[in-house]
C-alpha cells in the first residue's frame, strides 16, 4: 500500500523552529517529485515548497528564506526544515508526491507557533 507519512510537527514559539518528515513507502519514491502544503485553520490549501527528482527546489513567497526542503531517497523521506516560524505559519502541514497524473497525500502534521 501507498502510504506517506507525515511527523516532527507540535508547538513552537515565534522565532523557533521545526523539522518536519515525511515517510514514504509503496511507491518509487525516488521518481517523484514532492511537495508540502499546508492549511491553516479556516483557510484554503497553501502550497509551500517543492522538490524535483533532479534536486531544484521552490518556495512560496511566504516560506522563502525560513525553510528548506531536502530528501534522502536512500530513506524514502522528505524533509521540510522551518525556521524563523511565525503565527502565520500555523497549520496542518501535508506532503505530496507527484509524477505525472499520479499524486499521494500523507495525512497530516499540526504545527503551531504562539506564545
Known amino acids: 500500500d501507498v502510504q506517506l507519512v507525515e511527523s516532527g510537527g507540535g508547538m513552537v514559539q515565534p522565532g523557533g523552529f521545526l523539522r518536519l518528515s515525511c515517510a514514504a513507502s509503496?511507491?518509487?519514491?525516488?521518481?517523484?517529485?514532492m511537495s508540502w502544503v499546508r492549511q491553516a485553520p479556516g483557510k484554503g490549501p497553501e502550497w509551500i515548497s517543492h522538490?524535483?527528482?533532479?534536486?531544484?527546489?521552490y518556495f512560496a513567497d511566504s516560506v522563502k528564506g525560513r525553510f528548506t526542503i531536502s530528501r534522502d531517497n536512500a530513506k524514502n523521506t522528505v524533509y521540510l526544515q522551518m525556521d524563523g516560524l511565525k503565527p502565520d505559519d500555523t497549520a496542518v502541514y501535508y506532503c505530496?508526491?507527484?509524477?505525472?497524473?499520479?499524486?499521494?497525500w500523507g495525512q497530516g502534521t499540526q504545527v503551531t507557533v504562539s506564545s
Open positions: 505530496n508526491a507527484n509524477r505525472g497524473g499520479t499524486t499521494f
Open positions: 509503496g511507491f518509487d519514491f525516488s521518481s517523484y517529485d
Open positions: 522538490l524535483k527528482t533532479g534536486g531544484s527546489s
